[in-house]
């Protein structure tokens, strides 16, 4: 009888997730997903011919924010009920743990809901100040038009779906850092308070400088459960691809070990 070989289970793991991978069709939930990524447009320039309103109902255009100083620009859905919450949070408090003054910098988060008005900017607005208080004078809520919000989405490459079924937006979850003067400079697909990525961009930024793509693995505002702190199996299915590469690498990592203690 042929010896078993150590290395058996881990190619039958591997055949079976080829084979699911191959024999498993998209759902809609999945196709969904697959259209939502953040394309890295380092380099391209704000529109200049855009407005927006702000809280207080008063026209803003998106580009005078970054005239002078670096820009913090955030999309996301206000009303909704996944990541962008906790998205938010997280911004919220890595910009209070910046050792910058709130005028070195703005933030500007726009709605992605066309339907969005000033009114419900300014809902949003007061519960973030009655969480953070002053640590957000320098945010700005914008809604706009349907056609404004997706002419600034193209330029910094921000691919989103409305779901009409489940009445839910999907859109990459991350923010952009535009240097003075327009130009998208970073993108941050994670935000970490305890990491220096935000004050390292921010200081690339206002000297003009551009940085480079980073992991394309990104979060995606849909399907998220902020009770539980996870995704459900659509979401999860994103990571099998990573999962697939990792057992492919330490199967052939066996292999040459195996390779090596049989020489």
């Known amino acids: ?3 078993f070989s150590p290395l058996s289970p881990l190619i039958l793991l591997l055949a079976l997730s080829a084979a699911q991978a191959q024999h ?4 809609p939930q999945q196709k969904v997903l697959d259209s939502v990524r953040f394309e890295q447009n380092i380099g391209a320039a704000l529109p200049a011919d855009i407005v927006f309103r702000d809280a207080r109902d008063k026209p803003v255009e998106l580009a005078s924010l970054a005239a ?4 913090i ?3 996301a859905w206000f009303d909704c009920p996944h990541l962008c919450p906790t998205l938010l949070e997280q911004l919220a408090k890595a910009t209070a743990a910046l050792p910058f003054d709130a005028g070195d910098y703005r933030v500007a988060l726009v709605g992605i809901d066309p339907r ?6 300014r809902v949003l607005m007061k519960q973030l100040c009655d969480r953070h208080g002053r640590m957000i004078d320098n945010w700005t809520l914008l809604t706009g038009t349907e056609e404004n919000i997706k002419k600034l989405a193209d330029r910094i490459g921000f691919h989103y779906r409305y779901d009409a079924q489940r009445r839910s937006y999907a859109h990459p979850a991350g923010l952009v850092v535009v240097a003075p003067g327009g130009t998208v400079s970073h993108y941050l697909l994670r935000i970490e308070p ?3 990525h935000l004050r390292l961009a921010l200081i690339d930024a206002g000297r003009g400088k551009l940085g480079s793509a980073v992991d394309r693995l990104l979060l995606r505002c849909y399907q998220f459960d902020p009770h539980s702190g996870r995704y459900n199996l659509a979401v999860i299915r994103l990571l099998q691809g990573a999962g697939a590469l990792s057992v492919i690498a330490l199967a052939v990592f066996l292999v040459r070990l195996r390779g090596r203690e049989k020489s």
């Open 1 to 3: 009888m042929k010896a």
């Open 24 to 27: 498993t069709e998209k759902g």
């Open 194 to 196: 305890e990491q220096p």
């Open 68 to 71: 002078q100083r670096p820009l």
């Open 73 to 75: 620009l955030l999309l």
């Open 116 to 121: 969005t008005t000033p009114a419900d900017a």
